[in-house]
């Protein structure tokens, strides 16, 4: 049984004044991974964690992460004008995105972002994009800033169980084409690169990490080598996973740190290649598991099996749909009452994969009964639409002190008519 960083009580307070359903994040938890986090990689000079903006667009919790020096990887218009917003610029953005826009190369840009290519053919379209007046950057603007290739290891590199086999993956240069890729930018007048891979989601082996890692420093010696230029950085992304199964074990950060120095000692000071930074680009395993969607259960339904239906939907929290993703569900209150019914817990959207959890055992539910939804911090409310007319939810930040903040109002009918013109 998880361990909730509030009770019942303190829940029904909250839910008296915002009403269910609701994502709340836990400020203290939050805090204390991260420290965790950048402890485990304070061996490397430079390190830094540029969290990825998608997982939970949030600029409170942006700010939060800002205490600990974390930057923001970013992959659109609008979570690169949140970095801005919250103050993260320059090199503490990450610009990692595909399919790119030129207007948001121009934005990267502006704000003096890392940016991180996709595609060969993106160095080209990017020289467009910024172009005054017809007038590409000079080899002298181009001299001053940090750029980065994305690496596909395609059939190179074991695939992640989530992600899949890197070859079938859009992401990314194949290896000719990073060396290609490199060239090009050096003849422009870059001076400055970094090394970029993701080629997991959600990976609980700390082994596959260090592997990347492995991988990537190997890379940038046998590039650094082949085409003149040194690195600032590498960048192993995102993608380590948190246990959303009881029966998973959370990633041991030390050990990756640990496992990545070694790899680092061997490559890095073997091949006498300047020191490197190490970055990365995570978004679950930083708010993933200090994220709850607390709703309440507004029918229960006996037909064929028992369903509990809640005041929440998949519009809230779409993994367990979307992916048939196991979210663990607690009680408060009935903790010790004993798992002893089985429900389908359902939203009550008109589409049938609309359930929270199918066959699950828990306590006897009654209507009224509130329930806690687990691991909601990453991917959670973030991935939340508008279909069937369902709203988004509010967000709230319990705060080390546990005193409540909004953080996010929910969505009224208002907002879901906003953009409609329609006289009557
Ligand atoms: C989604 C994504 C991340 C974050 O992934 P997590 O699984 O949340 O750690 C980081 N980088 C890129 C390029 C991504 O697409």
Redesign the pocket.
């Known amino acids: 049984m998880r361990n909730l960083p509030f009770t019942k009580e303190k829940l029904e307070e909250i839910a008296a004044r915002w009403p269910t359903p609701f994502h709340i994040y836990d400020a203290k938890a939050i805090r204390e991974n991260a420290k965790r986090l950048k402890k485990s990689f304070s061996w490397n000079k430079g390190f830094r964690e540029f969290f990825?903006v998608?997982?939970t667009p949030n600029p409170h919790l942006m700010k939060l992460l800002q205490e600990f020096d974390f930057g923001s990887?970013c992959?659109s218009m609008a979570e690169l004008v949140l970095a801005e917003r919250v103050g993260n610029v320059g090199e503490k953005i990450m610009f990692?995105s595909n399919d790119t826009p030129a207007e948001e190369f121009r934005k990267a840009w502006e704000l003096g972002a890392i940016i991180n290519f996709d595609d060969l053919t993106h160095w080209e379209y990017f020289l467009d994009a910024v172009a005054v007046d017809g007038n590409r950057p000079q080899a002298a603007d181009l001299a001053s800033r940090l750029f980065c290739c994305r690496y596909n290891p395609g059939p190179l590199k074991g695939g992640n169980a989530i992600i899949g086999k890197p070859e079938e993956a859009k992401y990314g240069f194949t290896r000719e084409q990073l060396f290609e890729g490199y060239r090009r930018m050096k003849e422009a007048g870059v001076t400055r690169f970094g090394l970029h891979t993701?080629v997991a989601?959600?990976e609980l082996d700390p082994e596959y990490i260090i592997d990347t890692a492995k991988m990537l420093v190997d890379l940038v010696g046998d590039i650094s080598q082949q085409v003149g230029i040194t690195f600032e950085f590498v960048n192993i992304?995102?993608?380590?996973g948190i246990p959303y199964r009881p029966d998973q074990k959370a990633m041991d950060l030390e050990r990756v740190g640990k496992g990545i120095e070694a790899a680092y000692k061997a490559s890095v000071t073997g091949r006498g290649l300047k020191p490197l930074k190490l970055f990365m680009?995570?978004?679950?395993?930083i708010t993933g598991p200090y994220g709850y969607l607390v709703a309440r259960v507004r029918h229960i339904k006996n037909t064929y099996r028992m369903y509990a239906g809640l005041d929440a939907c998949m519009s809230n929290l779409m993994r367990p749909a979307l992916y048939g993703a196991y979210h663990e569900i607690v009680v408060p209150g009935k903790e010790s009452c004993g798992d002893t019914t089985t429900y389908d817990v359902t939203g009550s959207l008109c589409e049938n994969n609309d359930k929270f959890a199918i066959q699950r055992v828990l306590p006897v539910l009654e209507r009224g009964d509130l329930v806690v939804i687990c691991d909601a911090g990453?991917?959670g409310h973030a991935m939340g639409f508008q279909y069937n007319g369902k709203l988004r939810s509010a967000e709230l930040l319990l705060e080390s002190d546990g005193s409540v903040r909004e953080i996010r109002r929910a969505e009224t009918l208002d907002d879901y008519f906003a953009t409609l013109d329609f006289p009557g």
Not at 237 to 240: E, H, Q, R, T, W
Not at 281 to 285: A, I, Q, V
């Open positions: 990825a998608k997982a990887d992959s990692t993701m989601s959600n992304g995102g993608g380590i680009e995570c978004g679950r395993c990453a991917h």
